[in-house]
Each structure stands twice: as structure tokens, then as C-alpha cells.
């Protein structure tokens, strides 16, 4: 659980972290209908994350050359919680399907909860627990009714979808680790933007090495949906790394819920998408989950009862 004086702050952050999320659904759909490749999509993800930050760090002097336990920090999340899922999203989501994809993505709070219990962090009382369950469970709902569960592979598909676990754990370890490990006086804006252009780095790196060519001609043809999307990235990660600060993984790894539901919103909205009934039966189970989940976080600590001195005691 988090200090009782950061919870409404770190709720307000998840529901605006996970609302921006949801609002960028949208774009990355239209982007990949206009063939923009995914880790190209990716990288225009890092790069308005960078590009409006660091300015805005340059204007507020907080920009710096990151050393030590800051440089550490920034090469290990932005290759790890950044760089390693999207390039593994490009790769399983073709054999397994979007739905089974969005599955894994709705395990990461629950292997979130795992992770943080095994290093010892504190982990959310049962009433969080609850809601957590009911998130998955809305999420899972959401992403197998919104896309085929598992790809035409034949039997080359199962190895993919056992791959495709790879997700959760890696978000995971990447949620708990930057909490463990996050510098003292690290300004929250100056780790985002450093975490993604280590992430785009990994990235382009990646493109070259697996196609030998960077097709961001793609680009060209999307103006209107980079540069909101580079935008909407821009405001979303700073409060990203302040959710972590003042949340912890745990409350993190449930942005994807909120996001899950709001998608559905801005797909109806934005794009005409028409969903079934069962997949806003699943958002409906997911807002219960997030409200469970909120409740817990307000709710003060049980105070542990003190012992009484033994008589014998002086």
C-alpha cells in the first residue's frame, strides 16, 4: 500500500495515465490500417515522449546528462519496460491474434502482484486483491470477445502463445524493478524522457537489425495521427513515473484496465467501432474491479493491536 497521503494523488494519476493510454488506441488502430509498421509505431511512441519532454526539462532546468544510478535506471526501464514489450508484441501478435495479446496485457496486474509480494514490497489488502480479480477478469472478457483468442498456426501457434506469457512477466519485473530501484531526487519527467530515448534507441537498433531498413517514408502519410499520438505520449509518461513514485507497481500495473475501458469508448466514438454486449459487460466488470480497487487504496490501514505487558514485567 502506499502512503496514505499520496493515495488520492496516485489514484487520480492512474485514472488520467489510463485515460490517455485508452485515447491513444485509436491512433496506433489507424496507423497500422495506413501500414505503419509496428515498431515504427513504437518509436513515434518514445520520440514524443522525448521530444516534449526534454524541452520542457531544458526550460525548467532539469535537464541533464544522466549518470550513475539515474543512467542505470533510465537503460534498464526503457529497454526493458518499453523497447522488450513492444518488439514482442511485433512478434506474437501475428501467430496468437490481438484478443490473446490483450489477455496477456490483462495479467500484468496479477503477475505484478506476484513479483511485489516475492521482493518483499507491500502488496494491497483482500478488498484490492478483489479488485484486481474483477479487472482481469473484465479485461479478459474484453480482449477475447474484441479479437480471435489464438492465431492459425497449427501447432507452431501453441509455442507462440506460450511465448506470449513472456508479457506479463516482463511488464512485472519492470513495474517492481522501478520502484526498487528508482534514483533519489529523481525528477519523474527527466526519468520518462530519458527511459524512452534509451527505449528508441533499443528500437531503431532493432528495426535495422531484424528488416536492414528504417520505413519511416510510412510516416509521411499520417501526419494527423503521429502528432497527436506524439503528444498524447508527452503528457502520459511523466504521470507514468509519478504513478509509480506515488502508487507503486502494483497500482501501476492496473492502468491497462482503465485503459481497456476507455479504448472502447474512443474507439466507438473515433472510429464507429460497434462491440457486443458481452465485451461492455467485460468493461462493466472492469470498472467494478477499478472502483474495488479505489476503495481499497482510501480506505486507512488496519491498525495492528498492541500487546498488553505481562504483570510480570517492570
Not at 544510478?69 to 523497447?83: H, K
Request: proline share 7%; charged share 5%; hydrophobic share 60%.
Amino acid at each position: 500500500m502506499t502512503d496514505s497521503a499520496h493515495t488520492p494523488r496516485a489514484i487520480g494519476l492512474l485514472l488520467y495515465t489510463g485515460a490517455l493510454l485508452g485515447a491513444g488506441l485509436p491512433l496506433g488502430k489507424l496507423a497500422a490500417a495506413a501500414g505503419v509498421p509496428p515498431l515504427v509505431w513504437a518509436m513515434v511512441i518514445s520520440a514524443g515522449a522525448a521530444g516534449v519532454l526534454v524541452p520542457v526539462l531544458v526550460v525548467q532546468r532539469r535537464f541533464a546528462l544522466p549518470r550513475g544510478r539515474m543512467l542505470r535506471y533510465a537503460a534498464i526501464s526503457g529497454t526493458l519496460s518499453f523497447a522488450a514489450v513492444n518488439a514482442l508484441l511485433f512478434w506474437v501478435i501475428p501467430h496468437v491474434g490481438a484478443g490473446y495479446a490483450g489477455l496477456m496485457f490483462a495479467l500484468s496486474p496479477v503477475a505484478t502482484l506476484a513479483v511485489t509480494a516475492m521482493a518483499g514490497l507491500a502488496t494491497p489488502p483482500r478488498l484490492g486483491i478483489i479488485g484486481i480479480g474483477l479487472g482481469l477478469a473484465g479485461a479478459a472478457l474484453v480482449a477475447l470477445t474484441r479479437g480471435g483468442a489464438i492465431g492459425t498456426d497449427g501447432a507452431g501457434g501453441l509455442g507462440w502463445a506460450v511465448l506470449g506469457f513472456a508479457l506479463p512477466a516482463i511488464l512485472a519485473i519492470g513495474n517492481v524493478y522501478r520502484t526498487l530501484d528508482w534514483p533519489e531526487g529523481a525528477h519523474p519527467a527527466a526519468l520518462a524522457a530519458w527511459s524512452h530515448i534509451f527505449a528508441l534507441l533499443a528500437l531503431v537498433t532493432l528495426q535495422i537489425a531484424l528488416t536492414g531498413t528504417m520505413p519511416l517514408n510510412h510516416l509521411h502519410a499520417v501526419p494527423h495521427l503521429v502528432l497527436p499520438q506524439m503528444l498524447i505520449a508527452g503528457l502520459t509518461f511523466p504521470a507514468y513515473f509519478a504513478l509509480q513514485r506515488a502508487g507503486g507497481p502494483v497500482l501501476l500495473s492496473q492502468i491497462g484496465y482503465v485503459a481497456a475501458a476507455v479504448g472502447l469508448a474512443a474507439g466507438t466514438v473515433l472510429l464507429g467501432e460497434v462491440y457486443a454486449p458481452l465485451t461492455w459487460a467485460g468493461a462493466a466488470v472492469v470498472a467494478i474491479g477499478i472502483a474495488l480497487t479505489i476503495r481499497a487504496q482510501l480506505s486507512p490501514a488496519p491498525e495492528v493491536p498492541r500487546r498488553a505487558p505481562s504483570a510480570g514485567c517492570a
